[in-house]
C-alpha cells in the first residue's frame, strides 16, 4: 500500500527558503515518477515539480524553474522540495504525489497523493 506524507511547511517572509519532505512508503522508485504540486485557494491545481524513475531527470513548473529544486533519498525514503527565493505568489497548499511508470505512456494518472502542507509567503 503506497502512502505519502507531507511536512515542512510553514509561514516565510519573501525571499527566505523553505524544504519539504514527502515520506514515503509502498513505492520503487525505478518504477514511479514522484511529484509536488501545489493548488492556492480559487486557484487552479499547479505542477511544481517532477521527478522520473531512477531520480536522475527532473522537471519544473516554469513560474519555480530556476528557484525550485526535487530530489529523492531513496535510502530514506522520502521526497524533498527546496523552495528558495519564495514569493507571495508561491503560497498554497503543496502536495507530494505518485504514478506508476508504464513504457506505453510514460506516467499518465498521479493516483496516489497525500494530504498536503500549507506554505504560506508574505511579503
Known amino acids: 500500500q503506497v502512502q505519502l506524507v507531507e511536512s515542512g511547511g510553514g509561514s516565510v517572509q519573501a525571499g527566505e527558503s523553505l524544504t519539504l519532505s514527502c515520506q514515503a512508503s509502498g513505492l520503487d522508485y525505478y518504477r514511479h515518477c514522484m511529484r509536488w504540486f501545489r493548488q492556492a485557494p480559487g486557484k487552479e491545481r499547479e505542477v511544481v515539480a517532477t521527478?522520473?524513475?531512477?531520480?536522475?531527470?527532473?522537471n519544473y513548473g516554469d513560474s519555480v524553474r530556476g528557484r525550485f529544486n526535487i530530489s529523492l533519498d531513496d535510502a530514506k525514503d522520502t521526497l524533498y522540495l527546496q523552495m528558495n527565493i519564495l514569493r507571495p505568489e508561491d503560497t498554497a497548499m503543496y502536495y507530494c504525489a505518485a504514478a506508476q511508470w508504464t513504457v506505453v505512456s510514460g506516467c499518465p494518472e498521479y493516483k496516489y497523493r497525500g494530504q498536503g502542507t500549507q506554505v504560506t509567503v508574505s511579503s
Open positions: 521527478i522520473y524513475p531512477g531520480g536522475k531527470t527532473t
